[in-house]
């Protein structure tokens, strides 16, 4: 199945954990998540910067679920970062979309990339460019069941929906606390709608 919902592409991967510990006598494990906790607390997230994202995520997967019986139990030969994107793939290619999409937060968040996965098997750093792609796509299952929000909305048209709602709040609020004349709550209507430029234009 594919990757894709409309213009949106599903990223899915899964890095294996180092075993053993860093020079800080940390496991690798929760030094991925000590990284994780110190995100959490970033008044900018890292890939708020990164301009076709419209969600993403790491978790670190020690184990797979077990659903119960009849089924068995697994388990895996290491932990793993899990990282999931949904991002504007546009009419590209898959693959020339992933690769665009790589190649945009390595360069827009190579140290935040490198804390977390120098953690991780093979990886060989953001200053490799290929070597960067190639284990990211090493990395890569399939995403079989993407549902994406905004179908074919890119990042900039979602914003600038979520934009218009909250002015849109804000003057409703506004105006039933001003109780304007008949008149007067048409004129400001007709200029709130005014200062908003229309999607057909």
């Not at 995403?143 to 934009?163: E, H, I, K, N, R």
């Amino acid at each position: 199945m594919s990757n894709r919902f409309g213009q949106a592409y599903g990223l899915t991967l899964f890095s294996p954990i180092l075993p053993g510990r860093t020079s800080d006598g940390l496991a690798h494990d929760a030094a991925i998540r000590a990284e994780l906790q110190a995100l959490l607390r970033a008044k900018e997230p890292p890939l708020s910067r990164e301009p076709t994202t419209h969600l993403a995520r790491w978790v670190v997967i020690d184990e797979p679920a077990f659903e119960g019986i009849p089924a068995k139990i697994d388990h895996f030969g290491s932990r793993y970062l899990l990282f999931t994107s949904n991002f504007d793939a546009g009419s590209a290619s898959d693959r020339d979309a992933l690769d665009r999409y790589l190649e945009s937060i390595r360069v827009t968040i190579p140290v935040m990339l490198d804390r977390l996965y120098s953690h991780c098997v093979g990886y060989p750093g953001t200053s490799d460019r290929a070597g960067f792609v190639e284990y990211m796509r090493q990395c890569q299952i399939p995403t079989t069941f993407l549902f994406g929000a905004y179908g074919d909305a890119p990042l900039p048209t979602v914003l600038s929906a979520l934009d218009l709602q909250r002015r849109l709040g804000a003057f409703v609020a506004d105006t039933q606390a001003t109780r304007l004349s008949p008149q007067a709550l048409k004129d400001s209507v007709l200029a709130f709608a005014s200062s908003y430029p229309s999607r057909n234009a």
